[in-house]
């Protein structure tokens, strides 16, 4: 537009309607230049989640003779834990000490690193002084972790599949004990009143469940994967208050003897938990 202004400013060779078909023609080279770019960015993030998945999968099959299969974690204890990330200090100096039967509330303000502890204790990031079974964090991999805990992330995530797949996790626990875990969380009558029942496949156009629904579904495989920890991250986010207390109560009978922390800012469910971990006391000041 300023090249264009120019030259009909010095000898009137271009008229006006040039200079604007001149700046129409910018602005779409400028938006496919955009496209181009945010597509490089895009990629390149594919790229290193790929990597990552790819490290992950090669720990498993080199890992897999390592696994001692009578371990089951019965305490975690924290010693001082220094854990950065991207060179900030998330919590320094942390300390607790948990054990089975015990529900933990794990507290702090919106982004104080509620979810990177629950990342640490299931082994996506290794740590200094973290004890499971006063065995170090650091020296056990993903997979010795990953067997023994159950995680259910504020973003729930569902395969693209039958709804009796996504809670069997494609047959690893019997129909039976799947349909009983729904009738105890109140979703059984809703899922046999969709026109497949539990064959029904979940995917992005499928409108039959709400929100509350598909975080029923999660929390109803991780219930059914029986490990030796329960992670929460906020799941009451899309349940009303019966729903909330149903769970709850779930959580206590399907886990008892084991671990459960929360993630929560709801009173009514801290109130059934029995620790607190205050992420804010461990803040960098």
């Known amino acids: 537009m300023l090249i264009g202004g120019l030259i009909y400013i010095l000898d009137h060779t271009i008229h006006i309607g040039d200079i604007f078909t001149i700046y129409s023609y910018a602005i779409q080279l400028t938006s496919q230049l955009k496209i181009i770019i945010e597509i490089n960015i895009i990629l390149k993030d594919i790229d290193t989640s790929l990597n990552r998945i790819l490290n992950f999968i090669s720990k498993f099959e080199v890992d897999d003779k390592e696994i001692d299969l009578n371990f089951k974690i019965n305490s975690i204890c924290a010693r001082d834990i220094n854990f950065k990330y991207n060179e900030n200090y998330i919590f320094k100096n942390m300390k607790f000490n948990v054990n089975k039967n015990d529900i933990i509330a794990i507290k702090g303000r919106n982004g104080s690193g509620k979810t990177s502890l629950m990342k640490l204790i299931c082994g996506f990031y290794h740590v200094d002084n973290l004890f499971l079974n006063e065995i170090p964090q650091n020296i056990l991999t993903e997979k010795q972790i990953l067997n023994r805990v159950a995680y259910v992330p504020q973003n729930i995530y569902l395969f693209p599949d039958s709804i009796i797949n996504n ?20 979703i059984h009558e809703k899922i046999i009143s969709l026109e497949n029942g539990y064959d029904t496949i979940i995917n992005d156009k499928n409108l039959n469940l709400s929100g509350g629904e598909k975080q029923i579904i999660c929390i109803a495989r991780a219930l059914l994967k029986d490990s030796d920890i ?10 009303d208050s019966s729903m909330e207390e149903n769970i709850i109560n779930n959580i206590k009978k399907y886990y008892k003897d084991k671990i459960v922390f929360i993630i929560s800012h709801k009173d009514k469910i801290l109130e059934q938990c029995n620790k607190v971990i205050n992420i804010d006391d461990f803040k960098v000041k």
Request: proline share 0%.
């Open 167 to 186: 809670i069997s996790c494609f047959g690893k626990t019997s129909k039976e004990s799947v349909y009983k875990i729904c009738k105890d969380l109140n």
């Open 230 to 239: 329960l992670l929460l991250d906020e799941i009451n986010s899309a349940l």
